[in-house]
């Protein structure tokens, strides 16, 4: 049994599709679905969520960060199959994978909402898909901010998500390697961009300016499997958080495209 305080767990994380788990008392939340809806629900079954109910709800909220399908693709579907309350801004209502299901909420890009004990807080952040955000989420004290597909550093970003016990933070590409890989010039331009992705560095920029005091766990996300590598990535975190003076006690976490993570607790 999982106690009462809240815990994320990452179901994937990449280009090939983003989705988190959040458990906090009997709530249960994804951010972003963009797998496909078979697989993503037999990632959720192995990562312990019940099966679609009649009977009883066993998803309670979907929230979506943008429009992208790597993070939108099964949002409708899951949250009608399990019932749930879909989160999103008003513009992407319109989407094909999410237009179709019935129970939605208007996002307030910038606001927060109070709701079954959560106290969720979205921020505007620069992407190519408008508006894209990010969120802090709170339950009885503990704080867990997600925060990906950025493409520059931003301090009114970091402020709006400060003071997180866990920290889901993109380390999307190393310039090195994307400069010297297989991308095309225009997509290489889009990646590195102010609509794109995060660095390494630019994620390390991001880093000290998001971690503070509560901070235990950082998962590294969102990483190029052709414009990066985990160690590399792992580097310049540990680097980052050794300046910092954190390193001793602030846990480094890779998510994974191919596999859900560990059940973290916030």
């Known amino acids: 049994m999982l106690?009462?305080?809240?815990?994320?767990?990452?179901i994937s994380s990449g280009s090939k599709g983003n989705c988190a788990l959040v458990r906090a008392g009997e709530v249960r939340a994804l951010v972003d679905a963009g797998l496909s809806g078979p697989e993503l629900e037999a990632r959720l079954e192995r990562a312990g969520l019940p099966p679609p109910s009649t009977d009883r709800k066993t998803l309670h909220h979907?929230?979506?960060?943008?429009?992208?399908?790597?993070?939108?693709?099964s949002a409708g579907k899951v949250a009608r199959s399990h019932r749930a309350l879909l989160h999103c801004a008003e513009s992407l209502m319109g989407n094909a994978a999410i237009r179709r299901c019935r129970n939605l909420s208007t996002?307030?890009?910038?606001?927060?909402?109070?709701?079954?004990?959560?106290?969720v807080r979205n921020v505007a952040i620069p992407h190519d898909a408008h508006p894209t955000v990010?969120?802090?989420?709170?339950?009885?004290?503990?704080?867990?901010?997600?925060?990906?597909?950025?493409?520059r550093p931003d301090d009114g970003v970091a402020r709006a998500l400060a003071d997180a016990h866990l920290l889901v933070l993109e380390f999307n590409h190393d310039l090195g390697m994307l400069e010297r890989g297989p991308y095309p010039a225009m997509l290489k331009k889009r990646v590195s961009g102010d609509g794109g992705h995060l660095s390494n560095e630019q994620s390390a920029q991001m880093l000290r300016k998001l971690a503070g005091a509560n901070l235990h766990t950082l998962v590294l996300a969102h990483l190029s499997?052709?414009?990066?590598?985990?160690?590399?990535?792992?580097?310049?975190?540990?680097?980052?958080?050794?300046e910092l003076g954190l390193a001793a006690?602030?846990?480094?976490?890779?998510?994974?495209q191919d596999a859900?993570?560990?059940?973290?607790?916030v």
Request: proline share 1%.
């Open 3 to 10: 106690s009462a305080r809240m815990h994320l767990q990452v």
């Open 260 to 265: 859900i993570g560990e059940n973290l607790a």
């Open 225 to 242: 499997e052709t414009n990066n590598r985990p160690e590399l990535a792992r580097e310049v975190a540990e680097r980052t958080l050794a």
């Open 134 to 151: 990010a969120f802090r989420i709170e339950h009885e004290g503990r704080v867990a901010a997600i925060l990906t597909d950025m493409g």
């Open 107 to 119: 996002l307030k890009v910038g606001g927060t909402q109070e709701l079954d004990g959560l106290v």
């Open 62 to 73: 979907v929230w979506v960060t943008h429009g992208h399908l790597d993070h939108a693709r």
């Open 249 to 256: 006690r602030v846990r480094v976490v890779i998510a994974s």
